[in-house]
């Protein structure tokens, strides 16, 4: 490992362990692993819009007598790849339709926060003074607060219901963004074709949304991939501790949470539900850090 | 009649070191068709004077008339609605275009924030002012990075010219090209303030350039213009040391070339003075030959050199003592020498 950081990933000084460990990650990957990256999100989309083609069985057929069925194990219905649950209901299948709130969660909750943030960046970033000092003590000021802690204490008075969870967690991301795009913004605001564009006339609208927007784009994309797997993991958090997602809904955090008091019994219902959302969230990580560190080199 | 008039402008910066009066009172007008070339070294405030001519900083006194309208008087609104009437070309051909759009796009963008014509006719403005300036029309769907620096500087010069404006302000365009693209591009903003009838206000360091393109050239030295007239008074007759200084430190391969040199370095001493700390008095006095008591004490107003209408004035005490030999006339090689 030393060598293949030293040589590639880790180049430069003031890399972080952090940014060695994931660029040790992105070596092995070589140029073309990010393709393998994007199939498997793919596949995750894929199941999310159409779980009837990926789920072998109903994921709500219950079978009293076919409880608890170890990974491989059958019953008259078939094989269970994955074992099946408390109800005897197939943990691939319900691994397979918790997708499609898990990703709707994570992702509109992303695209929210990101909104946000981008907007508060690029306004702070490009006026400065007492705008920008507004916006940044606003971010600081929700960074300082526990915001977890918050999240689960508003869920508890309001109830838990998708749609809080798509308003509280946005509130989780968005100093993130609006952070890097006030930098961004910061650095572009003093190049030459800023100041050209006001000298040609354009109205700050214009500077904002069709100068500063397009030549931040690209790390917001980045950011947003990263992020997704950062809400991902707090919506797994909340439903986790009861205050999330409710059955009959399911997320990948809630099964989680249903199999963990049967956890010295039936491993399974734990640990595979975690292993997919710790994959999808590595995932995600990676291809983000990839796509950084290849536009990194490229300009 | 003057397109534009700038009157006493007068621009301060807030630096950690302190107060800087980067433009102190210039005044200088153009008019329509004509050329005024505006010499300097790097750091006496050229491009500060542009940037505030363009209202891209604020100033502290004075005002700049566009066609009769004082654009300090608009509100940000109207301003950016005159804006079409004076347009910039910048010294970094490649940093003033956004990387991110065509040149289209880029050349079309003036067109499109003030609302000129439909698409079709905007597209038809574009490839217009693309042929311009000399851009075939096959790099229209390029980004800037994907052309060469020459070209870049056209896409800016297009971009500038594509609203007619009445006045256009060139920051150095050329100083960051190669030598042998700058003879192209100064010929491209040559033809065009003959076809559009410009006024240009051209800011270079270059003293060759400027003399090819100026009818009319003003040298500014620490915020201040210390000499203007026509080209050929400013450039044939110097009266103020720094002029001379300045014109006779151009190499030229000819045999006086070295005898020239000498003058310049005896007419310009030392080093250009902290903006943080001007000379009191004359601005120049620090660095010039002939300096006395009078020059520490009172700031030279500009004299009108030769008739009292004329366009030749000079900021200097002694500019009446100071017999200025021609550095121009090729005919004797005792005129590049400097008497008293």
Same mark, same amino acid.
């Given at each position: 490992?030393?060598?293949?950081?030293?040589? *590639?990933?880790?180049?430069?000084?003031?890399?972080?362990?952090?940014?060695?460990?994931?660029?040790?990650?992105?070596?092995?990957?070589?140029?073309?692993?990010?393709? =393998?990256?994007?199939?498997?999100?793919?596949?995750?989309?894929?199941?999310?819009?159409?779980?009837?083609?990926?789920?072998?069985?109903?994921?709500?057929?219950?079978? =009293?007598?076919? *409880?608890?069925?170890?990974?491989?194990?059958?019953?008259?219905?078939?094989?269970?790849?994955?074992?099946?649950?408390?109800?005897?209901?197939?943990?691939?299948?319900?691994?397979?339709?918790?997708?499609?709130?898990?990703?709707?969660?994570?992702?509109?909750?992303?695209?929210?926060?990101?909104?946000?943030?981008?907007?508060?960046?690029?306004?702070?970033?490009?006026?400065?003074?007492?705008?920008?000092?507004?916006?940044?003590?606003?971010?600081?000021?929700?960074?300082?607060?526990?915001?977890?802690?918050?999240?689960?204490?508003?869920?508890?008075?309001?109830?838990?219901?998708?749609?809080?969870?798509?308003?509280?967690?946005?509130?989780?991301?968005?100093?993130?963004?609006?952070?890097?795009?006030?930098?961004?913004?910061?650095?572009?605001?003093?190049?030459?074709?800023?100041?050209?564009?006001?000298?040609?006339? $354009?109205?700050?609208?214009?500077?904002?949304? *069709?100068?500063?927007?397009?030549?931040?784009?690209?790390?917001?994309?980045?950011? $947003?991939?990263?992020?997704?797997?950062?809400?991902?993991?707090?919506?797994?958090?909340?439903?986790?501790?009861?205050?999330?997602?409710?059955?009959?809904?399911?997320?990948?955090?809630?099964?989680?949470?249903?199999?963990?008091?049967?956890?010295?019994?039936?491993?399974?219902?734990?640990?595979?539900?975690?292993?997919?959302?710790?994959?999808?969230?590595?995932?995600?990580?990676?291809?983000?850090?990839?796509?950084?560190?290849?536009?990194?080199?490229?300009? | 009649?003057?397109?534009?008039?700038?009157?006493?402008?007068?621009?301060?910066?807030?630096?950690?070191?302190?107060?800087?009066? &980067?433009?102190?009172?210039?005044?200088? %007008?153009?008019?329509?068709?004509?050329?005024?070339?505006?010499?300097?070294?790097?750091?006496?405030?050229?491009?500060?004077? @542009?940037?505030?001519?363009?209202?891209?900083?604020?100033?502290?006194?004075?005002?700049?008339?566009?066609?009769?309208?004082?654009?300090?008087?608009?509100?940000?609104?109207?301003?950016?609605?005159?804006?079409?009437?004076? /347009?910039?070309?910048?010294? +970094?051909?490649?940093?003033?275009?956004?990387?991110?759009?065509? !040149?289209?796009?880029?050349?079309?963008?003036?067109?499109?924030?003030?609302?000129?014509?439909?698409?079709?006719?905007?597209?038809?403005?574009?490839?217009?002012?693309?042929?311009? !300036?000399?851009?075939?029309?096959?790099?229209?769907?390029?980004?800037?990075?994907?052309?060469?620096?020459?070209?870049? /500087?056209?896409?800016?010069?297009?971009?500038?010219?594509?609203?007619?404006? &009445?006045?256009?302000?060139?920051?150095?365009?050329?100083?960051?090209? +190669?030598?042998?693209? /700058?003879?192209?591009?100064?010929?491209?903003?040559?033809?065009?303030?003959?076809?559009?009838?410009?006024?240009?206000?051209?800011?270079?360091?270059?003293?060759?350039?400027?003399?090819?393109?100026?009818?009319?050239? &003003?040298?500014?030295?620490?915020?201040?213009?210390?000499?203007?007239?026509?080209?050929?008074?400013?450039?044939?007759?110097?009266? %103020?040391?720094?002029?001379?200084?300045?014109?006779?430190?151009?190499?030229? &391969? +000819?045999?006086?070339? @070295?005898?020239?040199?000498?003058?310049?370095?005896?007419?310009?001493?030392?080093?250009?003075?902290?903006?943080?700390?001007?000379?009191?008095?004359?601005?120049?006095?620090?660095?010039?030959?002939?300096?006395?008591?009078?020059?520490?004490?009172?700031?030279?107003?500009?004299?009108?050199?030769?008739?009292?209408?004329?366009?030749?004035?000079?900021?200097?005490?002694?500019?009446?003592?100071?017999?200025? @030999? @021609?550095?121009?006339?090729?005919?004797?090689?005792?005129? /590049?020498?400097?008497?008293?």
């Amino acid at each position: 490992m030393g060598v293949a950081v030293a040589k *590639r990933a880790g180049a430069g000084p003031g890399r972080t362990s952090q940014h060695r460990a994931w660029g040790w990650f992105i070596d092995k990957l070589g140029s073309r692993g990010w393709i =393998l990256l994007v199939l498997f999100l793919l596949l995750l989309v894929a199941a999310s819009i159409v779980p009837d083609v990926f789920a072998p069985y109903d994921h709500e057929a219950q079978s =009293l007598r076919f *409880r608890l069925l170890g990974p491989g194990e059958s019953s008259p219905e078939g094989v269970h790849l994955l074992g099946t649950d408390s109800l005897g209901r197939d943990l691939f299948s319900r691994m397979v339709v918790g997708a499609r709130l898990t990703l709707f969660i994570a992702v509109t909750a992303t695209l929210i926060g990101a909104a946000v943030g981008v907007l508060f960046g690029l306004l702070g970033g490009y006026f400065g003074g007492r705008t920008d000092r507004l916006l940044m003590r606003l971010g600081e000021a929700q960074t300082a607060m526990p915001m977890f802690l918050v999240a689960i204490l508003l869920l508890s008075l309001l109830g838990p219901s998708v749609l809080i969870l798509i308003v509280v967690l946005p509130c989780l991301v968005w100093p993130i963004f609006a952070r890097v795009v006030r930098a961004e913004a910061l650095r572009l605001r003093e190049e030459t074709f800023i100041e050209a564009s006001v000298a040609t006339g $354009c109205s700050t609208a214009t500077i904002l949304g *069709r100068h500063l927007l397009p030549n931040v784009a690209p790390r917001i994309l980045v950011l $947003c991939v990263v992020e997704i797997g950062h809400v991902m993991l707090s919506e797994a958090g909340l439903s986790f501790l009861g205050v999330g997602v409710q059955p009959p809904d399911t997320t990948w955090g809630l099964l989680i949470s249903e199999g963990r008091p049967l956890l010295a019994v039936a491993w399974w219902l734990t640990i595979l539900p975690g292993v997919l959302l710790g994959v999808s969230v590595l995932v995600l990580n990676l291809l983000g850090r990839y796509w950084e560190a290849r536009s990194g080199a490229a300009g | 009649m003057s397109v534009l008039e700038v009157d006493d402008v007068v621009v301060e910066f807030d630096t950690d070191a302190g107060r800087i009066t &980067a433009v102190d009172g210039v005044s200088l %007008h153009l008019d329509t068709g004509e050329t005024l070339g505006l010499v300097g070294e790097s750091g006496c405030g050229k491009s500060t004077l @542009a940037r505030a001519i363009m209202q891209l900083v604020p100033m502290q006194r004075g005002s700049v008339r566009l066609e009769d309208t004082d654009l300090g008087s608009l509100s940000r609104r109207e301003l950016r609605r005159m804006r079409h009437r004076i /347009q910039m070309v910048f010294q +970094d051909p490649r940093g003033s275009l956004d990387p991110r759009m065509n !040149v289209s796009a880029l050349i079309g963008e003036p067109l499109r924030v003030h609302g000129i014509g439909d698409r079709a006719e905007r597209a038809r403005e574009v490839a217009e002012a693309m042929e311009l !300036v000399g851009l075939p029309a096959a790099v229209a769907d390029r980004l800037p990075s994907e052309l060469s620096g020459g070209q870049q /500087q056209r896409v800016g010069i297009a971009r500038a010219i594509v609203t007619d404006p &009445a006045v256009l302000v060139c920051d150095e365009p050329v100083s960051a090209l +190669d030598v042998s693209i /700058q003879a192209q591009i100064i010929n491209v903003l040559d033809e065009l303030r003959d076809e559009l009838s410009l006024a240009m206000l051209f800011i270079a360091h270059d003293l060759s350039v400027v003399r090819h393109l100026s009818d009319r050239v &003003a040298v500014m030295y620490l915020g201040q213009i210390v000499e203007t007239g026509t080209a050929s008074e400013v450039f044939g007759q110097p009266r %103020h040391p720094y002029t001379h200084g300045l014109i006779s430190s151009v190499p030229r &391969a +000819d045999a006086e070339s @070295a005898a020239r040199l000498r003058t310049a370095r005896r007419l310009v001493l030392g080093e250009l003075p902290s903006l943080l700390d001007p000379p009191s008095g004359c601005r120049y006095r620090t660095r010039c030959p002939y300096a006395t008591d009078q020059c520490a004490e009172a700031e030279p107003p500009p004299e009108p050199v030769g008739p009292a209408d004329g366009l030749h004035a000079v900021r200097c005490h002694h500019w009446r003592t100071i017999v200025s @030999a @021609a550095p121009e006339p090729q005919e004797s090689a005792t005129s /590049q020498e400097l008497a008293i």
